[in-house]
T-cell receptor, first 113, second 115 residues
């Protein structure tokens, strides 16, 4: 069983819909939670990051962390065709140097005009 | 100006060959990483260097050898390439003491195909 599980999709939604993504994890030492977006043939880019349980909002994006359930979510409101990409959750323990990210396998999202 | 640049972008080579991938960052970061992304999109860490010192060395065949000549460069040499080495290899850098795990910047990847 992988440390971080993520549904691979694809998740297809009409433009303007809410996209809901989630990951579960098994390592209770994870303290930092991130969402990355990866366009085809590009490197991942950081979208959101959170430290504690709760919600964090940034524009159309909301990240949620529930450490008691080991479950994190990302919501994208008013989705646009430009949001079509693979979304990867990532997690980390905290270290002084060499913060290793453990990734989920990514969910491919397609937003149709 | 590209922050984390990798060369080459594409690499097609035969089984048994030896090849190298180069990475350079101009962000002034102190930590650099190699990640491997397989065909199912799983990104997994391979190595990390902090100020030229190897600090993460995951379970990777010893055919893979990283080298960091200075803190702005991290290269990956692969000996005796195998079919299973086909993947996209991403270099990344971060400024750990300031931003911790949030500060990663990834390169655009090197797509390695072993035939």
């Amino acid at each position: 069983q992988k440390e971080v599980e993520q549904d691979p999709g694809p998740l297809s939604v009409p433009e303007g819909a809410i996209v809901s993504l989630n990951c579960t994890y098994s390592n209770s030492a994870f303290q930092y939670f991130m969402w990355y977006r990866q366009y085809s043939r590009k490197g991942p880019e950081l979208l959101m990051y959170t430290y504690s349980s709760g919600n964090k909002e940034d524009g159309r994006f909301t990240a949620q962390v529930d450490k008691s359930s080991k479950y994190i979510s990302l919501f994208i409101r008013d989705s646009q065709p430009s949001d079509s990409a693979t979304y990867l959750c990532a997690m980390s323990e905290i270290k002084a140097a060499g913060n290793k990210l453990t990734f989920g396998g990514g969910t491919r999202v397609l937003v149709k005009p | 100006d590209t922050a984390v640049s990798q060369t080459p972008k594409y690499l097609v080579t035969q089984m048994g060959n030896d090849k190298s991938i180069k990475c350079e960052q101009n962000l002034g970061h102190d930590t650099m990483y190699w990640y491997k992304q397989d065909s199912k999109k799983f990104l997994k860490i391979m190595f990390s260097y902090n100020n030229k010192e190897l600090i993460i060395n995951e379970t990777v065949p010893n055919r893979f050898s990283p080298k960091s000549p200075d803190k702005a460069h991290l290269n990956l040499h692969i000996n005796s390439l195998e079919l299973g080495d086909s993947a996209v290899y991403f270099c990344a850098s971060s400024q750990d003491r300031i931003r911790g795990p949030y500060g990663y910047t990834f390169g655009s990847g090197t797509r390695l195909t072993v035939v």
